[in-house]
């Protein structure tokens, strides 16, 4: 039988998932492809961490270089994340020819072009199917089974830690801290979760899909992002009092002849496919022009579902080197960029309705001054909620609103004002309110 | 720029779905491609027949062999459905060396392994996406996305006009024939509507999904199948109060070293993500070693649905053809027939637990004659509900009684002897209960 060999820089986490499977599924992979798959290489820093996956003698090394150089190796797995030195490494296999399978968002999201341009020029593939929602085959679902449509919006839940929080909050009314404490404990959040929990990662995914989907070269500064800490559990009551759960939405649609993106905590109409994933999972709903809706759901995280996802970008390389395939597919999905493409709108010009929470000292005319700078900057409120007399967090009584839609900008614009006026205490917090038209 | 020419026999509706989103999306196709794809003959039997969308000039003929002899054309698109001339029409263009295209269930359900044979020796592609699922990318999911993982089981709610029928049936307290009555109306069943409320429609489409997840060669006839004409509103109200939702479900599963298959109207708990899929949508609930739990949901039929799902594999022909794959992808996904993939479970031999229907007269010891039966052929009940004493659509007294979990056949053999007393009018209604282990 025929084997591609493949090498694997990173035997972390998702490496030993990659290894586990490889191992595992031999036989079933094998009755598949016709070929078998050999891991020859593999480098990490730490070879001697114990791990559960057996590395045959004579394939670990502590040099990545060792993997790129080596001429058997037709296929590299990069799963040491981050841009340094994953970035060089990757650059570097390129120019040796070698097809590329990655995990790494946090590199594609900054350096897109770079990466698909060199790939490109060079001829190779450059899968990153597990970088964005985990095992859920969604890269390849935009790229080749949704590849005759035009893509209008593609909304998801795709950080697990952040839905995870969420739906304990919602269903056993905890507050933030309390559920982050214990999902940290569980192994559903990481010790330093501000990557997660301040909306990063779900940025630099939203940034890979808007890529794909549209085309456009944007990485995460490009539009507004927000994470979830500072929700309080008010805030989910008055949302189900709406009929309605949130969730930390990452989104990108199609709107007045420009692509708009962000990814704010959300409030999510209770009807909608996205209200009823919980947990730890993810979910992408795509509105194109010839399906309408669809939706694709799976576990987002952990070793065993992003490494399916990058095994079956190692299959999918392994199937053109066995098959004579050139330059099938390219990274974006497009040879050209298309003259259709809308631009990107600029972050400020995103337009939601919103949920505005505002922490007030107690005292008569505090609406009328707040709606008064509201209405100054164009922004009508279609409801006021004020929950009896309890205080927030920040000891002042919470006045909640829910605005018609709004630009983000002037949003923000009117907040800096009433945050700073005498009778609002600390920073006022924001929600999008996700429209179903 | 490069152009790939194709045929289309048969301008039906799918077929002018199919040349409207070629027409449409062109453009866009092109960036993806570097290259256009252009439609150079179209074949119909009733070329003058009005149609929206333009056949150019010197295209159309009312001979399909036109299109198969054309040497122009690469990939032959086959949407005139059913098993003959299809089948005649689809070997004559794989003997020409052409690439093939269908949505034809009815065709691939009952004659798999000739057609996969056919289209193996002579190194062509055989794409089918739009046969399974109308648009949702079901095909691709499971033989590119989940390629590295073993599949557990596969649950859909598969047929669109079934699930339309039974969420009015819920909603509104219908009766199936008078919501049938209007989905005829409305478009969303056929006149003749016997495909798919007796369930044949939805077990052609599962024979294909068991070639694909078990690499096991079936047809209906090999599992268990059953429609929905016989629900009447008392099995929704009952299933409600279960906390359940009835749903026409096919499900294929490993079971005791076999594969399980069936298509019967179900209990679905609440809970569980197919519950709450309604109206035409349809879904499709995948368990593997890797991934765990994860779902597609889409439109499953429709012009522009179902075309989208086979201009996605006109453009997997495309990219094989440009970047010189041979034999990329078999069409099973398959190579090998691997030894460890289990044999077939009899039907007979399936197992669940089950919600029995019996019209009865209203007299004393019925329920104990007839929990004797079930227990003689070792079903044992967990729960006997009977509704006041409402006569049903037979002028008996329902009863309805669900069962543990039971064999098929017992099942079968016990209502046989039921459905036979003095006591009994009528048929007996079974459905399965959803078992979320």
Sequence with gaps: MKSVKIGIIGLGNIGCGVMEILQRNSGLLASRLGASIEVVRVADIDPDRPRDVTVPEGVMTVDAMDVINDPEVQIVVELIGGIEPARSYILAAINRGKHIVTANKALLSTHWSELSKKAGAKGVTLGFEGSVAGGIPLVRTIKVGLVANRILSVTGIINGTCNYILTRMHKEHMTFSSVLGDAQDKGYAEADPAMDVDGVDAAQKL???????FNIPVSPEDFPYQGISRLIPLDLEVAEDFGCRIKLLATAGRSGGEVEAWV?????????????????FNAVYIQDDNLGPSLYYGRGAGRLPTGSAVVSDVVSCVRDILSGAVERIPVSGYRTISNSEPPMKLAGNT???????VSAHDSPGVLSTISGILGKHGISISSVIQRGRETDPGGGVPLVMITHEAVFSRMLEALQEIDALDVTIGESFLMRILMTS
Tied chains: 1, 2.
């Design 351 to 357: 337009a939601s309705e919103f949920y505005v929470r």
């Design 207 to 213: 940034a890979i899909l808007v890529n794909l989907c």
């Design 264 to 280: 704010h905590p959300s409030l999510v109409p209770e009807g909608h496919p996205l209200a009823s994933v919980d947990g730890i």
